[in-house]
């Protein structure tokens, strides 16, 4: 590991760190913050979820999902499914840290958030799963960090004031936002 990717896993938790934190949400899930141009240029990988879905319908979001008995731990289910959905293969991220888990209030799940180091999306052969995936975007730190805004949202009926990101007309919002707000604060 080199020196600068130690001064970003200083930044972050162990991954034993952020799964013995409590966290609400009766369902195990983890996703993937896929981290490339780290540190002259960072940026993330998102996905943007197919409209015509039963759950996160078109929702922006990080890869990543519910926990599989034959997954070895967490950071095993984020990178199993940033593979499922984007095609990302496993030996090309390193894991750099975690971040606390992170609870949804409407679905109960306690999304692990795992953060990885990869080559720039262009060297790898990234692919949407057309069953679950839209769109594979890729955006830059800064440009998120500009895109912040906290809004307020009607979703099922219901008000809610919360922080958001709106990057090219794309809304982030949600645990994805929350997740999103806790890297940049520790970068």
Do not use: C, K
């Not at 599989?68 to 991220?93: K, M, Q, S």
């Not at 180091?117 to 052969?125: E, T």
């Not at 895109?147 to 009926?157: D, E, I, K, P, W």
């Amino acid at each position: 590991m080199s020196q600068t990717d130690r001064q970003l896993s200083a930044r972050l938790l162990s991954p034993e760190e952020a799964i013995a934190i409590e966290a609400r949400g009766g369902t195990a899930a983890a996703v993937l913050l896929a981290l490339y141009g780290w540190p002259e240029r960072p940026g993330l990988l998102f996905t943007e979820r197919r409209s015509d879905l039963r759950r996160h319908a078109g929702e922006i979001s990080f890869p990543g999902g519910r926990q599989d008995e034959a997954d070895a731990d967490l950071a095993a289910t984020a990178l199993r499914e940033a593979h499922e959905e984007i095609r990302l293969e496993p030996a090309a991220v390193e894991l750099a840290g975690a971040l606390p888990p992170t609870a949804t209030f409407v679905t109960g799940y306690r999304i692990h958030p795992f953060v990885g180091l990869i080559p720039d999306p262009g060297d790898l052969h990234l692919e949407p799963n057309p069953a679950e995936v839209e769109t594979l975007l890729a955006f830059s730190l800064d440009v998120l960090r500009e895109g912040y805004a906290m809004r307020r949202l009607l979703r099922r009926g219901i008000p809610i004031h919360t922080p958001t990101y709106e990057v090219d007309g794309h809304l982030i919002w949600g645990a994805t936002a929350r997740i999103l707000g806790d890297l940049l604060d520790r970068l």
